[in-house]
């Protein structure tokens, strides 16, 4: 076993306090996502992701689409976001969640140090599976970046074991098959997988994909350390919501958490 | 290759030491290719490859595809020699004619592949992405033949250029869904199409329709899209005393059409040409970069953005190439060239004159290649893939010539 990172080290540390762990996410460069980045941490985020939009988000559902070309559209970057990170001192781990031509297209070494700089723990990226992660691994791992890997409904015992050994910072559990997007209901098929995944890895579990609120996102984090809260969060801030009101979202999960 | 052999090992290569054998255990054809998808779809994937491995190996396969080929498809499709042309040119100009196939090209080869794959997979439903309309026709059509339920998606914009296509695949019982995100073409319908199978992935198969996406795909597409180069050797022999043709051409979108009659004289003396669009020359202007699971040639911005591509043709407006072409590039097996708007109208219209065949506008693009170079071609004989007929073309085409005119 290797020294956990900062962003796991973190988040054991809140586990170990009893705590369910909360991690909301904002789209990189769009309109004022980093006074939305404060106010996820000021309401009680253990964590929070960031995305780098990319062009063809094959895995996301019609809200971070939107999301994300809009961002591309106000002519967010790579760079523009990590640089607004830079100096955001939001008190608690950030991590990036892309696709991984952008990664590519920098070169690992390049864009593993430009996240270093940005202050950045821990990087998603959701088209490099398990397989294809040998040569970012290479240049990730020596950078200290943690990287963060998915498990779905349906990946086999052996691969799911193979994926816990691997992930840095915490295991991302895919609640559905499917694309992100709030659900109404999220099937028992969240908790079968959550439990898995507990039972073979003692780093902490996130369930993610589907959450749409604060009753949910307790159900959901019964059987794991925690939810990962995406388009409940990007609707409202694409309806216009002002920040005040993803506070106040935000509280409301950290609540249903607590109480849990 | 019809050969039973154990199903717990791979098929031997059709050519051992072949420039398009199968691709490396990773899906690789070089540094090209590999298996970009989240993991949800990584199941489908492993599951997919083992099916078509054992489904290749199987002689009771092979013989059900190749009867449904024949018997349903028509092949093999015929080669014919273009008399005018070239005396017109004085290129020796050959046309192996896909678009005799049934539903108008070669598209057919690969779904009817699939389609079975499908029924032996145990799945009941097809999702497709579709550009000019001919791959989504092509599944439509097998979706019908078989009884499954079909679902296409296709850009917005491709809607309005290939309406009629549109109508043919509802016709067939397909229900066809618009893209409407970014440049709403093939991109973004292949986007859709993806997002529909992460989450019906256990009952759907995804009949992919070109040599792209992750591994077993690429490789997979032209095994399936081989009988036709296979054809045109043969009967490029016959006609020519035992030789092979000098030059043998193909319009590149994907490139499933190019690689089926690549791998057909891949390992001869024949000069292999891919045709890109000006507008979409992914191995042209492209760098390697990887979307829609795979490392290839992309169109990208300076951060990794993919960039739209733009051509009259819908079927080759398209930012990537297949992992397989970016190798053959690489290694200079074979080259790739483009050619703009203009000079693909022109060859529409010069073999509708000149030897009474309507082609699609893709393959116009490998004949307008050949017309440019006719100087530097003189004398040689060259083999084009004829890989569609331009009935979908038409009415965009009248468009076009009215505003011109
Ligand atoms: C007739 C025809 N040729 C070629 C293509 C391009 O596909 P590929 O490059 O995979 O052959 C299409 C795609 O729609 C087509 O309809």
Redo the contacts between chains.
């Keep these: 076993m290797t020294e956990p990172g900062p962003l796991e080290a973190h988040l054991r540390a809140q586990r170990a306090a009893g705590r369910k762990l909360l991690v909301p996410y904002v789209t990189g460069g769009l309109g004022a996502w980093t006074d939305v980045v404060r106010a996820l941490a000021d309401a009680g985020a253990d964590a929070i992701e960031i995305g780098l939009p990319f062009s063809d988000p094959a895995m996301d559902g019609p809200v971070i689409q939107a999301a994300s070309e809009q961002a591309l559209a106000e002519g967010a970057t790579p760079a523009s976001i990590l640089d607004g990170l830079r100096d955001i001192d939001a008190g608690v781990p950030l991590v990036v969640m892309t696709y991984y031509n952008l990664v590519f297209r920098a070169g690992h070494e390049r864009f593993a140090a430009d996240l270093v700089a940005a202050g950045v723990s821990g990087i998603i990226l959701p088209d490099l599976p398990l397989e294809e992660q040998p040569p970012w691994q290479a240049a990730a791992v020596p950078a200290g970046i943690e990287t963060i890997l998915l498990a779905g409904p349906i990946t086999p015992d052996d691969r799911l074991k193979a994926l816990c050994a691997a992930s840095r910072g915490f295991v991302y559990g895919v609640n559905l098959m499917g694309i992100t997007g709030e659900r109404a209901v999220v099937g028992e098929q969240s908790a079968v997988l959550a439990r898995r995944l507990k039972d073979a890895t003692d780093t902490p579990v996130l369930m993610g994909f589907g959450v749409s609120g604060p009753d949910q996102a307790r159900q959901l984090a019964a059987n794991a350390d925690g939810v990962i809260v995406a388009s409940a969060l990007m609707r409202r801030l694409l309806a216009g919501a002002p920040v005040d009101e993803i506070h106040a979202f935000t509280t409301s999960l950290r609540a249903a958490l607590d109480g849990s | 290759m019809t050969d039973p052999a154990p199903t717990s090992e791979p098929p031997a290569a059709p050519h051992p030491a072949s420039f398009m054998g199968e691709p490396s255990p ?1 899906g690789r054809f070089g540094e090209f290719g ?7 779809l ?2 489908a994937c492993i599951e997919l490859e083992a099916a078509f491995r054992d489904a290749w190996a199987d002689p009771v396969f092979r013989a059900e595809l190749d009867g449904l080929l024949r018997d349903y498809a028509g092949r093999p499709s015929p080669l014919t020699e273009c008399v005018r042309l070239s005396e017109e040119t004085g290129v020796r100009i050959l046309l192996k004619r896909e678009d005799l196939n049934h539903t108008g090209s070669h598209k057919i080869n690969n779904v009817l592949g699939q389609a079975l794959l499908t029924k032996r997979m145990g799945k009941q439903r097809l999702v497709a992405e579709t550009g000019a309309g001919q791959h989504g026709v092509a599944t439509a059509t097998a979706a019908a033949l078989m009884g499954f339920e079909c679902v296409v998606y296709m850009g917005e914009v491709d809607m309005v250029r290939q309406e009629l296509n549109v109508f043919r695949m509802r016709l067939l019982g397909a229900e066809v869904r618009p893209a409407h ?2 440049s709403r073409t093939l ?2 319908a ?2 859709e199409a ?2 529909d199978w ?5 009952t759907s198969h995804y009949c992919l329709g070109s040599v792209m996406g992750p591994h077993p795909y690429p490789w997979m597409v032209r095994e399936l899209h081989r009988v036709l180069g296979d054809e045109a050797r043969e009967q490029s022999r016959s006609l020519l005393g035992g030789a092979d043709p000098d030059v043998v051409v193909a319009c590149v979108g994907g490139g499933s059409n190019a690689a089926g009659i690549f791998s057909g004289f891949a390992d001869t003396d024949a000069e292999l040409v891919g045709v890109e669009p000006a507008g979409g020359a992914a191995i042209g202007r492209g ?7 795979m ?1 290839s040639f ?1 169109m ?1 911005d ?5 960039l739209e591509a733009q051509s009259i043709s819908a079927g080759l407006d398209y930012p990537g190439v297949g992992p397989e072409h970016a190798h053959l590039a690489e290694i200079g097996r074979a080259k790739y060239h483009s050619v703009n708007d203009d000079e693909v109208l022109d060859a529409f219209v010069t073999l509708t004159r000149t030897e009474g065949i309507i082609p699609a506008l893709e393959p116009a693009h490998a004949l307008a290649w050949v017309l440019r170079e006719r100087a530097s071609l003189a004398g040689r004989t060259v083999l084009i893939n004829l890989s569609g007929r331009g009935d979908k073309d038409v009415a965009q085409v009248m468009d076009i010539m009215a505003r011109r005119s």
């Design positions: 990773d590999g298996r970009y998808i989240p993991e949800t990584m199941p995100s970014g991109k973004d292949v986007n993806m997002r992460v989450a019906t992935v256990e760098v390697p970069g990887v979307v829609h699971g490392k992309l990208q300076e951060v990794g953005q993919v």
